[in-house]
């Protein structure tokens, strides 16, 4: 497990263990993470399947007291996932770190709360699934805009297919 460049979202690899059947691997462990000082805690788990490739979703969050934790992997296709520090007692307040997470890597990437989250896909027929500490409360869901630039995201260049209500969250002002 090794945390990323901005303070509690970490990369995770997982640990394989292979034959000539293929392989094994554990993608949770309650205890693990509680000893790295993660939110062990999950209450939902959610599918996002992405017909083609170019959609960008995000960046959301939920604001608090029903932030939450997520633990996302790829198991079909591919995307390029980020998160944005929006901790302002955090040193990496504002900074944001991406990842390919693809179902041929099998990384998975910890997100903590107070961060936005959010994906581009990098091929057709793209699946993400989520792990989530707490329970999904519509009003309290938030986000900020891919492209703001208060952040500075570098995404992989594509023709985005992107909902309105994600084109148009105001500048971030925090």
Known sequence: MDESK??????????????????????????EFAAHGLNSKLDECNVSFNKRKGILRGMHFQAAPFAQAKLVRCTAGAVYDVAVDLRPDSVTFKKWVGVKLTAENHLMFFIPEGFAHGFQTLSDNSELLYQMSGVYHPQSGRGVRWDDPAFGIDWPPAERIIIARDKTYPDFTG
């Open 6 to 31: 901005t303070k509690g979202s970490f990369i995770i690899e997982l640990e394989r263990f292979e034959d000539a059947r293929g392989f094994f691997a554990r993608t949770w462990s309650e205890h």
